[in-house]
């Protein structure tokens, strides 16, 4: 269960990072596409510059969208942090009935995975009872 959330966790970081990295392709391909545009326009028909700036700043707000994304997540993660040591030592079940005594935790990017002393783990989330 270990090895999959890891898995999982990394999966989720390199899909972030791509995208990241697609969103700025995109974004430097689309000024490349409008700074040709211009050079190369008809004369009697020019482009209508409030149209391209208009998908400018759309771009722009989706870039912003994506850092303040990964902003939160890495606040997320931080605040996670925080709270590991009122979970150690304490009792926790899940829905199905894992019962254990939390001796560690891990925090990946999906979730907070709880280390029990029997050797099972549960998926911090909805319906884990922490006693």
Sequence with gaps: MTVSSVSQATT???????ATDQLTLDYNAFL???LAQMKNQDPTDPV???QQLAQLATFSQV???MKTNTKL???LTNMSFGQVD????????DAIGTTGVVTSVEVY???TLLGLDNGK???????????
């Design 73 to 75: 997540e890495a606040m």
């Design 48 to 50: 209508d510059s409030t």
């Design 12 to 18: 989720a970081t390199t899909t972030s990072v791509s």
């Design 32 to 34: 490349q596409l409008m």
């Design 86 to 93: 009122d979970l150690i030592g304490r009792t926790a079940t």
């Design 109 to 111: 990017s999906d979730g």
């Design 63 to 65: 870039e912003q969208a």
């Design 121 to 131: 783990g549960i998926l911090l989330g909805p319906g884990v009872k922490i006693s």
